[in-house]
């Protein structure tokens, strides 16, 4: 069974950083990236960024473009998001997972982690 687990959620004031990590137990054969959502209270989830598992030419949503950067380590099955210069409004509970898509569409999940919080104070 494929597990996704990320981490590396905290609280943290306006313009701090965090280092989110996704943990796959394994990457199935149907995927080609790994993308991270985040979804605040009260609104739609939404795809911020996104790792092709073969390439190097990652997707980042307009909000978080120049402030957020993802990699991977495939020998670990760990994809990272780093969160610099944080806003009062990238709080949300970050999700990461497996997916079929190309750079910022996506048509199948395959998986998702159970989410990590975070919160930007002002």
């Known amino acids: 069974q494929v597990q996704l687990v990320e981490s590396g959620g905290g609280s943290v004031q306006a313009g701090g950083s965090l280092r989110l990590a996704c943990v796959a137990t394994?990457?199935?054969?149907?995927?080609?990236?790994v993308a991270w959502f985040r979804q605040a209270p009260g609104k739609e989830r939404e795809g911020i960024a996104s790792m092709p598992l073969t390439a190097h030419s990652p997707f980042y949503a307009d909000q978080v473009k120049g402030r957020f950067t993802i990699s991977r380590d495939n020998a670990k099955n760990t994809v990272y998001l780093q969160l610099n210069s944080l806003k009062p409004e990238d709080t949300a509970m970050y999700y990461c997972?497996?997916?079929?898509?190309?750079?910022?569409?996506?048509?199948?999940?395959?998986?998702w982690g159970q989410g990590t919080q975070v919160t930007v104070s002002s």
């Open positions: 394994r990457y199935p054969a149907n995927v080609n990236c």
């Open positions: 997972t497996e997916a079929m898509g190309l750079g910022g569409n996506w048509w199948t999940f395959w998986s």
